[in-house]
């Protein structure tokens, strides 16, 4: 079946670095692709999207492309900020499944 | 635009006790989902809704726990009766349709002792 795979956490940047989390996944077909960051306290918020084979989302400095020959969708960044602290989850539309599927979620903390 | 709305954002009760949680999704959503999440089995997705009528509730732990959606405006999740593991935060996202974005709102902070 359809599953998401992302990097282990905890992360700890300091404030300016670049940053990678990598996401990849399983996945029948061609499935549409989310990155969403979990502030503390707070429920998920959408991120970034793509929704075919070479497509690069983007917002808030964050990017993420779609790369279908690796199966993955890892998220950059290229100089965090204290702010960016939070949860990021990637998620693919289960298509047929009618849901999105979440990878479990990584932790970072950005040190000013 | 109002978001997706859950109350209570905290709850404390009672092992044994009744436990509803509600929600309201945007406007115009057809899609409903109620997820729990915790430290060790992070976001688990319980049931999922689509024009009021329930899809895949594969998800919901055990027959304690219970999900209706009378209009399109209004949900419940109904934990009866409720266990210390039960502890979580639980949401509620909504979508404009399957392979949309989903809206979560900022969950029910969930505590049985």
């Known amino acids: 079946g359809n599953s998401v795979t992302q990097m282990e956490g905890p992360v700890t940047l300091s404030e300016e670095a670049f940053l990678t989390i990598n996401c990849t996944y399983t996945a029948t077909g061609y499935p549409s692709l989310f990155w969403y960051v979990q502030y503390p306290g707070e429920g998920l918020q959408l991120l970034l999207k793509a929704t075919k084979a070479d497509d690069k989302g983007s917002n808030k400095g964050f990017e993420a492309t779609y790369r279908k020959e690796t199966t993955s969708f890892h998220l950059e960044k290229g100089s965090v900020q204290v702010s960016d602290s939070a949860v990021y989850f990637c998620a693919l539309y289960g298509g047929s499944q009618g849901n999105l599927i979440f990878g479990k979620g990584t932790k970072l903390s950005v040190k000013p | 635009d109002a978001g997706v709305i859950q109350s209570p954002r905290h709850e404390v009760t009672e092992m044994g006790q009744e436990v509803t949680l509600r929600c309201k999704p945007i406007s115009g959503h057809d899609y409903l989902f109620w997820y729990r999440q915790t430290m060790m089995r992070g976001l688990e997705l319980l049931i999922y809704f689509n024009n009021n009528v329930p899809i895949d509730d594969s998800g919901m732990p055990e027959d304690r726990f219970s999900a209706k959606m009378p209009n399109a405006s209004f949900s419940t999740l109904k934990i009866q009766p409720s266990e210390p593991r039960d502890s979580a935060v639980y949401f509620c996202?909504?979508?404009?349709?399957?392979?949309?974005?989903?809206?979560f709102g900022d969950g029910t902070r969930l505590s049985i002792l």
């Open positions: 996202a909504s979508s404009f349709d399957s392979n949309q974005p989903q809206h």
